[in-house]
């Protein structure tokens, strides 16, 4: 089993910046890819961004390219989410996620662990 542990949501106004982090334990020997999903409210959970552990590439989905950074600190097995230019429309829970899959991946069945999510507002 493998635990998620997300930090730094919160209110920003639009243009302003958040930085989420997420610590996992257990068995992490078992993690190749990290990523963030998010849900807005009545809407689907969708994908936003992952990294691959050993190649260190990354994706992200269109609509937080050039604003969305996902980086990896591989022996503290964490990940982070810098989000800067934040929009009114990135209001959402945000979720961590991992995922035995083997590089990159934006599709939420391939991701196994989940952790409880954080809050981000944008408003002014």
């Known amino acids: 089993q493998v635990q998620l542990v997300e930090s730094g949501g919160g209110l920003v106004q639009p243009g302003g910046s958040l930085r989420l982090s997420c610590a996992a334990a257990?068995?992490?020997?078992?993690?190749?890819?990290m990523g963030w999903f998010r849900q807005a409210p009545g809407k689907e959970r969708e994908f936003v961004a992952s990294?691959?552990?050993?190649?260190?590439?990354?994706y992200y989905v269109d609509s937080v390219k050039g604003r969305f950074t996902i980086s990896r600190d591989n022996a503290k097995h964490t990940v982070s989410l810098q989000m800067n230019s934040l929009k009114p429309e990135d209001t959402a829970a945000y979720y961590c996620?991992?995922?035995?899959?083997?590089?990159?991946?934006?599709?939420?069945?391939?991701?196994?662990?989940w952790g409880q999510g954080t809050q981000v507002t944008v408003s002014s």
């Open positions: 996620a991992a995922s035995s899959f083997v590089g990159t991946t934006a599709v939420r069945s391939d991701f196994h662990y």
């Open positions: 990294i691959s552990r050993d190649s260190g590439d990354s």
């Open positions: 257990g068995s992490i020997f078992s993690i190749n890819n």
